[in-house]
């Protein structure tokens, strides 16, 4: 049963992008690169190209933030999933840490989960290997060469210590 586990069936707890102003930004910039690219073919002049390309770029890179509705990341009762990442199983796990960084003028909550074991053999379902068109947009994941997986909370829609605790929780039974 566990080899059926896809990221659209997961079951569980799950989290999801906030459905707050964060999408505003990506809509902002696609409409600019929309008008840098209507304003390049007009005159003629190539910098309103590269002007258009950058904008698209970002709007591309931050198309999943506009997911709302999709478990970004959560938990079952095999381990913690993350999304373009896979399935960790509980046992895999050492540690899961919420950790405060301060950021210039804010303070960002990273989920910092910890491995006890290799990355190969502490996945249930690796979801890694994504199509070629979803390579250049936004992970909800980062891993360290010390076999940490850190997870931004900030962009998703429950509170970080909320996350936090349900992952602790689930994890100290789970394992057991």
């Known amino acids: 049963m566990v080899a059926t586990l896809d990221e ?6 799950s989290v999801a992008y906030g459905r707050d102003d964060t999408y ?7 409409a600019l ?8 073919w007009i005159t ?5 190209l590269a ?4 904008a ?20 079952n009762q095999y381990g913690i999933f993350i999304q373009a990442f896979g399935l960790i199983r509980w046992r895999a796990i050492e540690r899961i840490d919420l950790a405060e960084i301060a950021e210039r003028a804010m303070t960002v909550h990273e989920l910092q989960i910890m491995l006890s074991t290799p990355l190969g053999s502490a996945l249930v379902a690796d979801w890694r290997k994504q199509p070629i068109y979803r390579l250049p947009m936004r992970l909800p994941w980062r891993m ?3 076999g940490v997986v850190r997870v931004n909370l900030e962009p998703f829609d429950r ?3 909320e996350i936090h605790r349900t992952f602790l929780r689930m994890w100290r039974y789970y394992r057991s």
Do not use: C, E, M, S
């Open 33 to 40: 690169a929309a008008v840098f690219l209507t304003t390049a």
């Open 144 to 146: 360290d060469h010390k």
């Open 56 to 75: 698209a770029g970002f709007a591309y890179y931050n198309i999943p933030l506009l997911d709302t509705g999709r478990p970004t990341i959560g938990a």
């Open 44 to 48: 003629g002049a190539i910098y309103w």
């Open 24 to 30: 505003f930004p990506v809509y902002i910039t696609a």
């Open 8 to 13: 659209g069936n997961v079951g569980g707890y």
């Open 159 to 161: 509170p970080p210590d």
């Open 51 to 54: 002007l258009a390309a950058a």
